[in-house]
């Protein structure tokens, strides 16, 4: 391989290796303004847009042993990469098609699964991270409470009984 070709699949490489996830999209359409648009929200997720060779990104999926996105690999394809919230991510470009609609998602993977344009779509719907954490505490939260309450009721119904027996003595 030659050095400039090993240097543009490095790069990919590199790119592909700033989080577990990688979503693969068609920007013909795009203009200057709307990528970095897109950028800047992009960025406030911790991801980045980048635009690829089809050949380097085929050659650097393979060689982090990715699944297969040669069918994917047609036209124009940028990547988005990086931060840890594929979901959040994904709102971002669900957003900006749905705004400007010109940016498709062409297909994703996550981990080491692909997904489809319609599974990415279905990731977009999920809660942010910060609201799925804390549903997960209050779930973890909730037993703990309940035995609070549980154990806490003997005395106060203790507590009540005695209150009513010096009310009625009072009386």
């Known amino acids: ?3 400039e070709k090993k240097y543009l699949v490095d790069e990919v ?3 592909l290796g700033k989080s577990d996830y990688v979503y693969l999209a068609n920007y013909s359409r795009i203009t200057v303004d709307e990528t970095a648009e897109l950028r800047a929200k992009l960025r406030n997720e911790g991801a980045e847009f980048h635009v690829v060779k089809n050949s380097a990104l085929n050659v650097a999926a393979k060689e982090r042993e990715m699944p297969d996105l040669g069918e994917h690999l047609t036209g124009p394809v ?3 990469v990086g931060g ?3 979901s959040g991510v994904a709102k971002v470009m669900k957003g900006f098609f749905k705004e400007k609609e010109k940016v498709e ?3 994703g993977v996550l981990e080491d699964r692909l ?3 319609e599974e990415i779509s279905e990731l977009a ?3 942010s991270l910060e609201v799925l954490r804390a549903q997960l505490l209050g779930l973890l939260n909730q037993p703990a409470s309940q035995m609070v309450q549980v154990l806490a009721a003997v005395p106060r119904a203790m507590v009540q009984v005695l209150q009513a027996k010096v009310d009625a003595d009072q009386g």
């Open 78 to 80: 940028a990547i988005i």
């Open 13 to 15: 490489s590199d790119h």
């Open 1 to 3: 391989m030659r050095p």
């Open 125 to 127: 719907e999920l809660p």
């Open 84 to 86: 840890n919230n594929p």
């Open 115 to 117: 997904l489809t344009p």
């Open 105 to 107: 998602l062409k297909a």
